[in-house]
């Protein structure tokens, strides 16, 4: 179970950048700077406007609206349900499942548990992660579980999914900024890791008061090192073209509906 409080990183003894100290226990900071600066690029892969820093501020604002309606909403008609399984997008092909076999009432009640801060973690998690019993479902069930806690919670608990830390094959996009040869044992080297990251970002000015910014850079990590196109099932734009890193990025944490808000509200100031 993780812990509520993930506890101090180390400060290290050696300065990797002028002027600053950075905690160095489980990362490489030279391959977080490296995708930190992918992330605010200017690239035609990455925004496209063409504006980085606009679009990385949309997509923290679309994580607030998510983590409010999230934390708020209950469960009381087909179309609540919908709402919690439209905003997971891996989770999307069990809502018909669950609305159909699982029905409002034990949703509601699972649900319910899953939003309950008072109640352990991995409790809070079996509660979805139970409600169907294929081995896939209850994979995508429990991704599902712990990426709410995270928009429920994200002062707290880290996005935590297989494709961020499969703790089992020793996989995902944490792996990609560790210190070579240096590989995460058992959950709380995960959420010092996480922690650590979220301390770096904050230093290179990715300074949030929850760990939005590290499921941002997660994310991202993870679309540029992985074929998106097979990640997502989603059209190709106008040209051939895919979407860019940063809205795939959105798309992966579930944010469309809550950008298409943020746009229109744009819109009318």
């Not at 830390?165 to 995960?190: A, C, M, P, Q």
């Not at 990251?197 to 994310?219: M, Q």
């Amino acid at each position: 179970m993780p812990p509520r409080v993930y506890g101090r990183s180390l400060t290290s003894t050696r300065r990797p950048w002028p002027r600053w100290y950075t905690i160095n226990n489980f990362l490489q900071i030279d391959y977080v700077k490296d995708i930190y600066q992918a992330v605010l690029g200017m690239d035609s892969f990455n925004t496209v406007k063409g504006d980085p820093k606009s679009a990385l501020s949309n997509i923290l604002k679309a994580m607030d609206l998510k983590s409010k309606e999230m934390k708020e909403i209950q469960i009381y008609t087909d179309n609540d349900i919908r709402k919690v399984f439209d905003s997971v997008f891996y989770a999307r092909k069990y809502r018909d499942q669950i609305i159909d076999t699982v029905g409002v009432a034990k949703f509601s009640q699972a649900f319910s548990k899953l939003q309950d801060s008072s109640l352990p973690y991995e409790e809070r998690v079996l509660a979805i992660e139970s409600l169907l019993s294929s081995q896939e479902a209850k994979e995508d069930l429990r991704d599902m579980a712990r990426e709410l806690i995270h928009f429920m919670e994200p002062e707290n608990y880290p996005l935590w999914t297989r494709w961020i830390w499969n703790k089992e094959r020793g996989t995902g996009s944490i792996t990609y900024v560790l210190k070579e040869g240096l590989k995460l044992e058992k959950d709380e080297d995960f959420f010092a890791a996480v922690k650590e990251l979220k301390d770096t970002l904050s230093v290179f000015g990715l300074d949030v008061p929850n760990y939005f910014g590290t499921s941002i850079f997660l994310v991202y990590a993870y679309v540029r090192y992985v074929d998106y196109a097979t990640l997502l099932a989603v059209d190709r734009k106008a040209g051939g073209l895919y979407p860019s890193h940063l809205s795939t990025t959105a798309l992966v944490l579930g944010l469309k509906s809550y950008l298409k808000v943020i746009q229109v509200a744009n819109s009318k100031s």
